[in-house]
């Protein structure tokens, strides 16, 4: 008896989609009854069987994995072990990439811009963020970070920096519109320079033995440079996954994991429900949350298993009293879920921002192949190899520049008018027309540290600026207006008693003095287009 073909539940082997098999090389299968065996004749050079509901042949005759069942091979015969086409494990589980394999991964700068760059299965967010730093040239190579951003649950989160982009990449959903948002981000570590101010003694618990003789400030200082954390405590406001209600329960944080207490404030272990493992939860800030989920507040994050869908109804959401309160629960997290992984991260990034701020390799392999140089003759220019003679025409070009330069001021306006300086418009620092809101949303997106800055133009005052700064958890907005002063025109925050030049010179000088400002100028808000 000849059998065309075997079939089960599914149809095991078929002819290849992509060569054609001759019908005079057609596999034929005899059946005896005394022996009980398949007894199979083939040409030698027939080709080997593919499996349905497999990928296609690549040109290589190579075969991949697909979600089929594992099924053996009845006739190994066929070809040798190392060429099988039959896959032999399991044919279910997708197989992790193998550390030499690269892949394209997508990074947004925002909604328009965007860039493709190419990484290996074990590239970091760090690495990820170096190579489209050192690409769009940017000259502050620090403090940026990778951010999952999905846009339909309105959750964000800012990866850490030794976590790797495909792994993360590989919890998503296959059709979704999350994406990797490449900013900056000061506030990743700022926790441990400043800890005390990122958890409130209220909010620190009591029980733990290691208080005993010490202070809240000590201990939060003590346990965060050693790469730990205190446990946190306080009231939430609750959502729970599939309900629209929202409900203010007792929470606490622990290594062990986060607790809820059934019965008021009370943290007798009779009364704590386990609500989750620290080790398999990931925590999302939520940005429209009273659009999204009818929240109470605006200072609202989520916590998701890392193994669940990113559906609605899997998020627990939780809603903090204030801007204070959320940051130290999600800091919290991030403590007792990574720790010393966090502490020597830090310390990584501030060993390569001490050895770029010592030296500098674009300036130096920039001033070794740069030599003074003397145009005054007839025939043409000359090295001038005299070191004394180099230092005397570099004064006299710097008082030439000077001369110029103030030539330049004193020169009387035309007949349209003073002309402002332009030079901030190349600068980081200034994002032109953004409304008061967005500016209030770029500093918040990137960290929300004291000291951060942006400059824009003034929607209300023609002409004017408006200097946008970070300090204390808000922003505050300073009106920066034009004065003319003897046919000169300066720029000025206090009423023409401080007077400069342009925006830079006012910049620079914040930068070193405070002023009639709260804090200095100390991290620009800066936004590229990859």
Known sequence: MEVKGCRSEVEVFRRSPVETVPRRHSVSVKYSPSSQNLQMSTPR???????????????KGE??????????????????????????????????PSDSSTHVVRVFSDATHSRS????????????????????????????????????????RCLEDHELVLQVQSSWPVEGDTK???????????????????????????????????????????????????????????????????????????????YCSSKGQSKEPRHLQFTGDLEDLNVFTVFNGRKHYGAPGEHIFCIKSSKERFRSQDLKLMCADSEQSRTCWITAFRLF??????????????????????????????????????????NGGRVIQNPHEAHNAE?????????????????????????????????PWFHGGVSRTKAERLLEEQGGVDGMYLIRDSQLHVQC???????????????????????????????????????????EFHQINRGTLPVCLKHPCTCIAL
């Open 337 to 378: 879920k990574h720790g010393t992984q966090l502490q020597q991260n830090y310390q990584l990034s501030q060993s390569r921002l001490h050895k770029s701020s010592k030296s500098d390799p674009k300036f130096t392999d920039r001033d070794e192949s740069m030599v003074a140089m003397d145009f005054s003759g007839k």
């Open 45 to 59: 050079s027939s080709l080997p069987l593919s499996i349905r509901n497999s990928h296609s042949v690549s040109s």
């Open 63 to 96: 075969f991949r994995a697909s979600s089929a069942p594992l099924i053996p091979n009845p006739f190994p015969e066929l070809c040798s072990p190392t060429q099988s086409p039959v896959l032999t494990g399991s044919l279910g589980v997708r197989d992790p």
């Open 395 to 427: 004064q006299e070009e710097g008082h030439s520049w000077r001369k110029r330069e103030a030539l330049r001021h004193s020169l009387p306006p035309n007949s349209h008018g003073s002309q402002l300086p332009s030079v901030h418009r190349v600068q």
């Open 465 to 507: 600026f408006v200097l946008s700064l970070w300090h204390e958890l808000k922003t505050k907005h300073y009106l920066i207006i034009p004065l003319e002063k003897g046919d000169r025109q300066y720029f000025t925050m206090d009423d023409g008693v401080t007077l400069f030049s342009d925006l830079l010179q006012l910049v």
């Open 117 to 156: 760059v190419l990484v290996s299965s074990r590239a970091t967010a760090h690495d990820v963020c170096q190579m489209l730093a050192q690409s769009a040239h940017c000259t502050d190579e620090e403090s940026w970070a990778l951010i999952e951003h999905h846009t339909a649950l309105g959750l964000e």
């Open 180 to 258: 990797l948002l490449f900013r900056k981000n000061y506030a990743k570590y700022e926790f441990f320079k400043k800890p005390v101010s990122f958890f409130p003694e209220h909010m620190i618990s009591d029980s733990a033995d290691v208080t005993k003789g010490m202070t809240s400030s000590e201990l939060v200082q003590n346990m965060v440079k050693s790469g730990s954390c205190p446990e946190i405590q306080g009231f939430l406001h609750v959502r729970e996954g599939g309900k629209k209600s929202w409900k203010k329960l007792y929470f606490v944080l622990r290594r062990s994991g986060l």
